[in-house]
């Protein structure tokens, strides 16, 4: 059973935060469509991707360099750029 919204005190006191009940099958729906949206997005990101032939001949570029052996390791690449 949900009860009605209600508005309660926020942190502040200026600040009113509305709390709306719902059944919890229906949260659970609402998490299995978030993720199945992120995996669309995943896969459209992927696709589209895919269809970039300027993108796909840099990354054959760069996997040609890697497997001749003239990649660089992490680490220097982490030193180069000033990371950790």
């Known amino acids: 059973m949900t009860r009605p919204s209600q508005i309660v005190q926020g942190p502040e006191e200026d600040v ?3 709390r709306v009940s719902m059944p ?7 998490v299995e ?8 997005e995943e896969e459209l990101e992927d696709y589209l991707l895919s269809q970039d032939a ?8 760069a996997r040609a360099h890697h497997v001749e052996g003239e990649a660089r390791p992490l ?4 030193h180069e750029l000033c990371i950790e």
């Open 16 to 18: 009113a935060v509305e």
């Open 24 to 30: 919890v099958s229906l949260l659970q729906k609402i």
């Open 33 to 40: 469509a978030a993720r199945a949206f992120e995996a669309f």
């Open 54 to 61: 300027a993108f796909v001949a840099r990354m054959r570029h």
């Open 75 to 78: 680490d220097a690449l982490k």
